[in-house]
């Protein structure tokens, strides 16, 4: 009998969402559609095979040498050879390319004579990341160019290559990263664009719950549970995508999984209190995306939360997902503890209450 009401129940759900395209998109369509286009964008790991420009002043054996290089690097690729800098400008700024080599004039003479030679690399500094996988690849070349010149050299007087090589690099870097040991975009991007992904879906699913306004606490109630239940399971999904995918789990899973809660009830709830207050539609929506749309820069993620001033860090400490992201890093990256966990779970708390102020405005008004 109870399996019977239950089916009943699911079937009710599913002919409401059905009639109404808007909640069927969000619940069902857009979670799997902008997961799998956040994936695609990113898959590739690491930016290979940049477009940039060379201007060849010198036109010699060692000039070949270092476009080859450079052409060798997995993350460059020379495109298109320019008589100029000022030729190569307009490309630059359009994004044809993202960087340009100046070899100059009596570069290869100046080596052999051992008075040193300048290679320029201009880049466009606003592709924050671009600009970043390009420097890192270009003095990776520059310093393979300068272990090949200095070996060459001292090779003609020590006549034993190993001491050769020993002169030319005498110290040895060994650069050991913690976490995200590939140095993955990926990784990096997706644990942070999926939960601002979840919370934004979660909210625009509660605003069209609230389309039309409870007539009881009860009612207000079950849309709240109902919606939050959904982006729960979204959200374990979620998880479950990032751990398949190879991501670091190091701590708990149950408390990752009651973060996620927190953070969808009180994204809910927050919902709840503006619309409550608005009691409009449109402006309720243009107030949660004003609130929600920023997640991605002030979650302390892409941007350190001890670097943003006292504005930007209360404007962080007022989103959730901040705080959700805390926890994740904690307990996925460096396998915290329990205690800490439960601290930053706390401090969450406080936005489910947004929650119990709009229920109680929407009780205060019904009672007018």
Excluded at 200 to 226: D, E, Q, T, V
Excluded at 278 to 285: E, F, P, V
Aim: positive net charge; proline residues 4%.
């Amino acid at each position: 009998m109870n399996l019977f009401k239950t089916n009943n129940k699911i079937h009710q759900i599913w002919l409401f969402l059905s009639k109404r395209s808007i909640l069927f998109l969000i619940y069902f369509v857009l979670p799997l559609l902008i997961a799998w286009f956040i994936y695609a964008v990113f898959s590739a790991s690491l930016p290979r095979n940049l477009p940039i420009g060379v201007v060849n002043l010198d036109k010699s054996t060692l000039s070949d040498e270092v476009i080859f290089s450079v052409n060798a690097s997995p993350g460059m690729q020379i495109v298109r050879e320019y008589d100029s800098i000022h030729a190569a400008k307009i490309d630059l700024s359009t994004a044809k390319i993202y960087a340009l080599i100046v070899i100059p004039y009596n570069y290869e003479r100046n080596i052999k004579l051992g008075i040193g030679a300048k290679l320029a690399f201009y880049y466009n500094a606003q592709y924050v990341l671009i600009g970043k996988s390009l420097n890192s690849a270009f003095l990776q070349v520059v310093s393979t160019l300068n272990a090949k010149a200095m070996v060459g050299k001292n090779l003609i007087s020590s006549q034993d290559m190993q001491l050769a090589k020993a002169k030319a690099m005498p110290i040895f870097s060994q650069i050991t990263p913690l976490y995200n040991a590939n140095s993955n975009y990926a990784q990096f991007l997706l644990v942070l664009l999926l939960p601002c992904m979840l919370q934004i879906l979660s909210a625009l699913g509660m605003i069209g719950l609230l389309r039309f306004p409870p007539n009881s606490s009860k009612s207000l109630i079950i849309r709240y549970c109902f919606n939050s239940g959904m982006f729960l399971f979204w959200g374990i999904c979620m998880l479950v995508f990032l751990k398949v995918l190879g991501y670091q789990s190091r701590g708990n899973l149950g408390l990752l999984i009651l973060g996620l809660l927190v953070l969808i009830l009180g994204v809910n709830g927050v919902v709840v209190f503006i619309q409550s207050l608005l009691q409009d539609m449109r402006k309720s929506i243009g107030v949660i995306a004003v609130y929600t749309a920023p997640s991605l820069a002030f979650a302390g993620v892409t941007y350190p939360q001890n670097s943003m001033n006292f504005l930007a860090l209360m404007w962080s400490k007022f989103l959730p997902i901040s705080s959700f992201m805390d926890l994740y890093v904690q307990q996925a990256n460096y396998g915290g503890s329990l205690e800490l966990g439960f601290k930053i779970l706390g401090s969450m708390l406080f936005f489910v209450l947004f929650f119990v102020l709009g229920a109680g405005i929407y009780a205060l008004r019904r009672n007018q």
